[in-house]
């Protein structure tokens, strides 16, 4: 089992950049891919990236490709989302996730942090 914490949120105008952090515990991350998803106010949960356990692999959503970067420090336990040109539109709790295998599916992923809010004022 694994445990997430999210940080990095907060209120950015459009335009401008973020990074996400989640800190994972336990001596097993190594084994976990990691995942971003987020949820817009009346919306459901939508994937954004994934990244495979040693990084090799890593994929988007479209609405965010070529503005977002999924990373992670195994190292550290760490996975990172750098998000930049954020729009309106990205305003939602993003949430970390993590899952023996990667999935554009959300609905798919095991583990989840409390997530951390993103506004990105217009």
């Known amino acids: 089992q694994v445990q997430l914490v999210e940080s990095g949120g907060g209120l950015v105008q459009a335009g401008g950049s973020l990074r996400l952090s989640c800190a994972a515990s336990?001596?097993?991350?190594?084994?976990?891919?990691m995942g971003w998803h987020r949820q817009a106010p009346g919306k459901e949960r939508d994937f954004v990236a994934a990244i495979s356990w040693n990084g090799d692999i890593s994929y988007y959503a479209d609405s965010v490709k070529g503005r977002f970067t999924i990373s992670r420090d195994n190292a550290k336990n760490t996975v990172y989302l750098q998000m930049h040109n954020l729009k309106p539109e990205d305003t939602a709790v993003y949430y970390c996730?993590?899952?023996?295998?990667?999935?554009?599916?959300?609905?798919?992923?095991?583990?989840w942090g409390q997530g951390t809010q993103v506004t990105v004022a217009s």
């Open positions: 336990g001596r097993t991350f190594t084994t976990y891919a």
């Open positions: 996730a993590a899952d023996r295998r990667h999935s554009d599916d959300s609905n798919l992923w095991d583990y």
